[in-house]
């Protein structure tokens, strides 16, 4: 007996001295398998077919097992399924067209896992016939569109996006699935954007259609053409899509708070306290909830390519009690692991409301940010590290947008969120800064954290807004991350540049100097920043000794190190011209130790007779562009959801009954 029919397709022993029987589906995949044509004694033969339930592991175990030779002989008849399959879809009887999904996928993914190293050409050839490729390929996806926009089975529009996502994950690199070309030229965008555009269909197929924008916008996203990004940027623009992310990131957050309220409080319960218990520092204590990396692709990928996404972001919708209402599981997806978990359907149902003046509301940007305040606690796995990282690109692409500053920096608008929109913004920012001081220093994320401050100060400093945020501890964050740098100097320097991080930091101390009187909330801030400095001026002073010391011996830090020795000269310039002031005044008043109101005194007092230097360039910052810096960070994030989704992909989880029952019910 072969190892594929041990497998999968054997019935049982009539007795045990006759061969077990086989389905009379599997005998008819055998036929295909066979030289011969399967019509040719069997006109009824493919109308035959498609009404038998399909066995989708024996027909792909079957098609991974046949060797190079044997692929010659058989390609016509597998060119033959497929076209079979193909017009089925197109037939009234609704069970055929469930069996040619089915049979369809385990096609594409039996013929790519046989064949890894061939080429997409190769691959084309065996599953269609090169020369026939593009007409097959155009009426399956004309099909596959007059499904998924028609008024039939809902089962049958879940099964065509199924099978979307199973073409398009059956290669480790999306780029290299050279059949995505002609799904990309027949385009399914604008069923997708139909998909999302109405409130039941978003429910029920909301997240596999955003899933499989995501993806498929990374298809030779550099080279595709101008029309096709055309389509796509509609798709990401929909405000459908802006409420299934938001909806699925909003299950995220509430999943985290259950987890946290069985842990008898913790972070989520504490945002309100804001600094000091936003983060967990022991990992072990930390709680885990699997972060949904293919959601936050689809929205990164929407901020990114069409900055007008802003407003689907900061749309007001009404805030929801998901909690209260039983959760349905997705009846046609498998538990699934990272990046691939889709949100309940009851949750995905809920229409918009009309929005009540008193009704509590929230929006995809504020959800967004509970997302990553969670996601940015733990960066020690992997998938949280790539999920923490691709959080702080999208808040730099938000706050390179004027549109979203305005928005965030908007006391006007109400929202039930835990902290104030731009508080929270910046406390995440002070919170992983605080918290992420660790011997495997991801210096990546600490430098995004940086520039995303600096990019937000840059927008508070032009449009002359004032904050009403504690700054100091902002400020106690970077000094005390300039300590940690100067205490690990050796093990740092072995992995990173940190003159670079110290630069940013610097500068950020330099953008207070020179125009926090346009953006500091009061005066006295602009005093207290001044007394900080000078208290924690050994901080400094050790700094400037250390990038002394580096860039005046010869090395391959020497010109960074020196950039950091010219930012710091108003640092010194206050600190050489405050402290010797403030010592004076501790003598003729014959006080030991100065407390902080009296400090103050001095620094007011004293601030004419400062004399600064004007730096150039403070508030001026480059632009974030995906290629080339981050392009291979994308490349193996697609991949690795890519990865998850073909693991997870079920056509297979409805039965023959369920099927016939909601067909029964179709007018």
Not at 50 to 61: C, D, I, R, T
Not at 148 to 158: F, R
Not at 396 to 422: G, K, P, S, W
Not at 472 to 499: C, D, G, P, Q
Request: aromatic residues 8%; contains cysteine.
């Amino acid at each position: 007996m072969s190892q594929v029919e041990k497998k999968a397709g054997l019935l049982r022993r009539t007795s045990s001295s006759k061969k077990p029987l086989k389905e009379k589906v599997v005998l008819m995949y055998d036929e295909i398998f066979a030289k011969e044509d399967p019509a040719k004694n069997n006109p009824r033969f493919w109308d035959e077919l498609f009404l038998m339930k399909v066995n989708l592991e024996y027909l792909e175990s079957k098609l991974e097992s046949v060797d190079g030779e044997e692929v010659q002989r058989i390609q016509d008849n597998i060119n033959s399924l497929f076209h079979h399959c193909v017009q089925a879809l197109g037939e009234e009887h609704q069970i055929k067209v469930v069996n040619a999904l089915q049979t369809l996928c385990a096609l594409f993914r039996g013929v790519h896992q046989k064949n890894k190293s061939a080429s997409g050409f190769d691959i084309i050839n065996m599953l269609m016939g090169f020369d026939k490729a593009e007409q097959r390929m155009k009426d399956l996806m004309e099909r596959l569109d007059s499904l998924l926009c028609g008024d039939g089975s809902e089962s049958l529009k879940s099964l065509c996006l199924k099978l979307l996502l199973c073409l398009v994950t059956v290669t480790d690199n999306i780029s290299q699935n050279t059949i995505l070309e002609y799904v990309m030229i027949n385009s399914i965008f604008e069923a997708i954007l139909q998909i999302l555009s109405d409130v039941s269909s978003r429910g029920q197929h909301g997240y596999d259609a955003v899933v499989l924008l995501a993806l498929l916008v990374n298809y030779r996203k550099y080279e595709v053409c101008t029309y096709t990004v055309i389509e796509l940027l509609g798709c990401f623009l929909s405000q459908g899509m802006g409420m299934v992310v938001h909806q699925a990131l909003t299950e995220y957050n509430r999943q985290y708070k259950d987890k946290e309220e069985e842990n008898q409080g913790g972070f989520f319960s504490t945002l309100t306290s804001m600094v000091g218990s936003m983060f967990i520092a022991d990992a072990d204590e930390k709680l885990s909830v699997q972060t949904n990396e293919a959601i936050l692709l689809a929205l990164y990928e929407a901020v990114h390519l069409n900055r007008n996404f802003i407003t689907v972001l900061a749309q007001s919708h009404p805030e929801i009690d998901i909690a209260a209402t039983p959760i349905t599981p997705t009846p046609t997806t498998p538990t699934t692991p990272l990046g691939t978990t889709p949100p309940s359907l009851d949750m995905m149902s809920n229409p918009e409301l009309p929005l009540d003046p008193n009704l509590q509301t929230s929006n995809l940007l504020i959800t967004f940010l509970k997302y990553a305040s969670i996601v940015m606690q733990d960066t020690k796995d992997e998938h949280r590290l790539n999920s923490a990282r691709l959080c702080l690109i999208i808040l730099t692409c938000i706050a390179e947008d004027q549109y979203a500053d305005a928005f965030l920096h908007d006391d006007n608008m109400n929202f039930r969120v835990n902290l104030h929109r731009m508080e929270i913004n910046v406390y995440l920012m002070v919170e992983f800064i605080v918290t992420h001081m660790m011997k495997d220093f991801p210096m990546d994320l600490y430098l995004r954290c940086v520039q995303i401050i600096h990019k937000l100060l840059c927008y508070q400093k032009k449009c002359r807004i004032r904050l009403h945020y504690t700054w100091r501890e902002l400020w106690s964050a970077l000094i005390n991350l300039l300590k940690f740098l100067l205490s690990n100097e050796t093990t740092l320097l072995a992995k990173h540049n940190i003159f670079h991080l110290a630069l940013l930091v610097v500068n950020l101390f330099n953008m207070f100097i020179t125009y926090g009187d346009t953006f500091l909330p009061t005066s006295n801030s602009y005093d207290e920043l001044y007394y900080e400095i000078v208290r924690m001026h050994q901080v400094f002073d050790n700094l400037y000794c250390m990038v002394l010391r580096v860039s005046t011996n010869t090395g391959q830090w020497k010109e960074a190190a020196s950039k950091v020795t010219h930012a710091l000269v108003n640092v010194r310039a206050i600190i050489n011209h405050f402290n010797p002031k403030i010592e004076s005044y501790a003598a003729t008043n014959h006080i030991s130790q100065l407390s902080e109101e009296q400090v103050l005194e001095v620094v007011r007092s004293n601030y004419d007779t400062l004399t600064l230097k004007l730096q150039d360039g403070l508030d001026q910052f480059e632009r974030y562009s995906e290629q080339p810096k981050e392009a291979a960070f994308f490349k193996e994030l697609v991949r690795s959801i890519s990865l998850n989704v073909r693991k997870n992909v079920s056509l297979n989880t409805l039965s023959q009954d369920v099927l016939l029952k909601e067909f029964s019910t179709i007018s």
